[in-house]
T-cell receptor, first 116, second 113 residues
């Protein structure tokens, strides 16, 4: 039980459509990040939210956007879906740094998106 | 731009064998390095985290080492078991509090009973 839950687990969309993926973090985890993992690849950082504001973005176009809510949940929205958007989308959250300074992220199980 | 490489891409070993997975990174100015395990179609499970000031971390049958100056890390798995079969990913972070990890493409391990 990681404490980070994602929904839906699987979904199929067609090119040009829009999708919203959801993530629920552990209580107290005020930073959340989203990753895209294409088949056979490592995860790639999309963006990070802290206290409901985006404060870091990877090499992804603006049609990838997000929201973070006060109840530790967040969303990833992708507009104008393309075939290459087919991937596993992972949400990860982290609370306050521990006294040891460890920076351990907790990942959810992911949402697998297929774009046809 | 940080690039993380993992060798080999895939590895098959008989049960009970000790094995080493390799990870290299191009920018040595890292804050920490983390090893993850991923089962097919699943999320990531953190195995070990090494701070840049540390040389190694151990958890059970797992031992991870870090040579920051040469941009290398290894994950040693002792007495492998079929349940160790998974993809192992390494990732580096460049700053404290940052969630933007740079991942390698992983090593797919199969332990044959």
């Amino acid at each position: 039980e990681t404490g980070v839950t994602q929904s839906p687990t699987h979904l199929i969309k067609t090119r040009g459509q829009q999708v919203t993926l959801r993530c629920s973090s552990q209580s107290g985890h005020n930073t959340v990040s989203w990753y895209q993992q294409a088949l056979g690849q490592g995860p790639q950082f999309i963006f990070q939210y802290y206290r409901e504001e985006e404060n870091g973005r990877g090499n992804f176009p603006p049609r990838f956007s997000g929201l973070q809510f006060p109840n530790y949940s967040s969303e990833l929205n992708v507009n104008a879906l393309e075939l290459d958007d087919s991937a596993l989308y992972l949400c990860a959250s982290r609370g306050q740094l521990s006294t040891s300074g460890a920076n351990v992220l907790t990942f959810g199980a992911g949402s697998r998106l297929t774009v046809l | 731009k940080q690039e993380v490489t993992q060798i080999p891409a895939a590895l098959s070993v008989p049960e009970g064998e000790n094995l080493v997975l390799n990870c290299s990174f191009t920018d040595s100015a890292i804050y920490n390095l983390q090893w993850f395990r991923q089962d097919p179609g699943k999320g990531l499970t953190s195995l070990l985290l090494i701070q840049s000031s540390q040389r190694e971390q151990t958890s059970g049958r797992l031992n991870a080492s870090l040579d920051k100056s040469s941009g290398r890390s290894t994950l040693y798995i002792a007495a492998s078991q079929p349940g160790d079969s998974a993809t192992y990913l390494c990732a580096v972070s460049h700053q404290t509090g940052a969630n933007n990890l740079f991942f390698g493409t992983g090593t797919r391990l199969t332990v044959i009973p």
